[in-house]
C-alpha cells in the first residue's frame, strides 16, 4: 500500500513562514492576557465521551471524532449500542474540558479564577476557508465571578490583544439570551419552542427576514405573532438606546437588572478601551452553543466577512458536574482565521531577528569549523538568529532561498580565507 504525502483531510502541515507568526501571536495572546491577571492551565485532548455529549455543545456534539476503547474493554461482537466501543473523543473546544478541570480543582484555585487556556480542538466539520477540522483555539475564561465585571474583563482584554495585532475595523457585537427570550415571550411564542426559534433567528444574515418568517409560520405561529416578533429588530437600535428601548418595551417580560447590566458593559468598555473599535448592541445574535445562560458576544471583522472571536456566560455548566451552580464567562479568539489574515495582508513579525548565514565550503578543516562556530555563538549572545550550513553546488540558488527566508547577511567561508574572516 502506498504512503499518502499530503495530510488528512482537513488538517494542514505549516511551512516555517506561517509557524513564525503562529508562535509570535501565541506569546503575545499569552503576555497581553498575563496583564489582565489570567493564569495559564491546561487539560487533555481527550475527554470523557459523557462529557462530550452532554447535550451542551449544540451541534459540535455532532461532530466528535469518537475513540474505540482499547485492548480486553473493546468488544465489537457484543456491543449493542455506540457507548459499547466508545469510552472518549477528541474535545471540540476548550470550555467543556475547563468546566470538568475547575469542578476537579476548584478547592486548590483561587476565586474567581481568570483562566487562560491555549491547545488544539478537534471537529469532522466541512473544511472551508479558514476552517479546519484540527485548530487551534484560545480561550479566556473567568469563573466565580457573579457580576458583569467579568464580561468587561473579557471584552477589554480580548480587543486589547486584537489591537495589538494592528486589527481596527471590527465591532464588538452583545447580546444576551435573556432579552432573546424576553422577545419571544412578548411575540408570543411558548417558552418549550425558544431553542428552535434562537436556531432560526440565527439564520437571519443568510435566508433574511423573509426567509425566517417564513420558516417561524411552519412551525405553526401566526402571521401576527412573526409580525410582531420580526418587527422589535426593526425598532432596536444598536446602542444603549437600544437596550433601554427593550427595558420599556418588554417590561414584564425583562428582568430590569439584566438591561441595565447590559448598557453598563457597553459603557464600561467604551470609556477603557484600549484599541480602536465599535460596540454594538445585536439582538440578533444568538450563538449556537446551548451552554451559554446570559451575555453573549462576538467580533466581527468586516475584512473577513465574519466573527474572528466569540463567546458568553454560562452559569449551569459546572453544576452538572458538581450539583452547584458556578458564575462562569468566556471569550474565545479564532486563532486560525487571525492567522489567515496576518498571512494574507502580508504581516511581518515585529520583533523578528536579525538573521546571519555562514556557508562553510566542502571538506572544510577542524580549524575552520571552530572558527566558524565561535563566530556564531558571539552572533548569537548579540541576539540574532544564526544558520550554519554547508555550501552546496549552486550557491547562487542557495544564497536567493536564504534571502528569501530573510537571511541578508551571509558570509562564504573557505578553507583558505577561514581565518580572516
Not at 481527550?46 to 474505540?68: A, P, T, Y
Not at 547562487?396 to 577561514?418: M, P, T, W
Request: negative net charge; contains cysteine; aromatic residues 8%.
Amino acid at each position: 500500500m502506498a504512503l499518502k504525502k499530503k495530510p488528512v483531510t482537513g488538517m494542514k502541515d505549516m511551512l516555517p513562514a506561517e509557524m513564525e507568526i503562529r508562535d509570535y501571536v501565541i506569546g503575545l495572546i499569552k503576555d497581553t492576557y498575563k496583564t489582565f491577571g489570567f493564569s495559564s492551565m491546561e487539560t487533555p485532548c481527550v475527554e470523557h465521551i459523557e462529557n462530550l455529549c452532554s447535550k451542551q455543545g449544540g451541534d459540535n456534539e455532532k461532530l466528535i471524532f469518537k475513540i474505540l476503547k482499547r485492548g480486553e474493554k473493546l468488544k465489537i461482537d457484543t456491543a449493542k449500542e455506540e457507548l459499547d466501543l466508545v469510552d472518549g473523543g477528541l474535545r471540540y473546544d476548550l470550555t467543556v474540558p475547563l468546566a470538568r478541570y475547575y469542578a476537579n480543582h476548584a478547592n486548590e484555585l483561587p476565586s474567581p479564577f481568570k483562566a487562560m487556556q491555549i491547545g488544539n480542538v478537534w471537529r469532522a466539520d466541512r473544511p472551508q476557508r479558514g476552517r479546519f477540522r484540527q485548530f487551534m483555539q484560545c480561550d479566556i475564561d473567568i469563573l466565580g465571578e457573579a457580576g458583569n465585571l467579568a464580561e468587561i474583563e473579557l471584552i477589554l482584554a480580548t480587543t486589547a490583544m486584537l489591537g495589538k495585532l494592528d486589527f481596527h475595523n471590527f465591532t464588538v457585537c452583545i447580546n444576551d439570551r435573556n432579552i432573546l427570550k424576553a422577545m419571544a415571550s412578548y411575540s408570543g411564542f411558548k417558552e418549550e419552542d425558544y431553542d428552535e426559534v434562537f436556531i432560526i433567528l440565527d439564520k437571519m444574515d443568510k435566508i433574511g427576514a423573509d426567509g425566517v418568517k417564513a420558516e417561524l409560520q411552519e412551525m405553526g405561529y401566526s402571521a401576527e405573532n412573526v409580525d410582531t416578533y420580526l418587527g422589535l429588530f426593526d425598532e432596536i437600535s444598536g446602542d444603549v438606546e437600544g437596550i433601554r428601548f427593550c427595558k420599556e418595551k418588554l417590561a414584564g417580560h425583562l428582568d430590569v437588572e439584566i438591561a441595565d447590566s447590559m448598557e453598563m458593559i457597553i459603557s464600561s468598555v467604551e470609556s477603557a478601551k484600549e484599541a480602536e473599535f465599535k460596540v454594538k448592541f445585536d439582538p440578533t445574535l444568538v450563538r449556537g452553543q446551548s451552554y451559554y445562560t446570559g451575555t453573549i458576544f462576538e467580533v466581527v471583522m468586516d475584512e473577513f466577512g465574519g466573527s474572528v472571536a466569540g463567546g458568553g456566560r454560562y452559569d449551569k455548566m459546572i453544576g452538572k458536574f458538581t450539583g452547584q451552580d458556578t458564575p462562569a464567562c468566556g471569550f474565545s479568539i479564532g486563532f486560525e482565521r487571525i492567522v489567515m489574515l496576518l498571512l494574507e495582508n502580508g504581516y511581518e513579525v515585529p520583533t523578528r531577528r536579525e538573521k546571519k548565514a555562514y556557508l562553510l565550503e566542502k571538506n572544510m578543516h577542524k580549524e575552520g569549523i571552530l572558527k566558524v562556530l565561535a563566530m556564531a555563538k558571539a552572533d548569537r549572545e548579540a541576539g540574532k538568529q544564526v544558520l550554519i550550513a554547508n555550501m552546496k553546488k549552486n550557491k547562487k540558488f542557495q544564497k536567493e532561498q536564504l534571502n528569501a527566508d530573510g537571511y541578508l547577511d551571509i558570509v562564504d567561508c573557505y578553507r583558505d580565507s577561514v581565518g580572516e574572516l
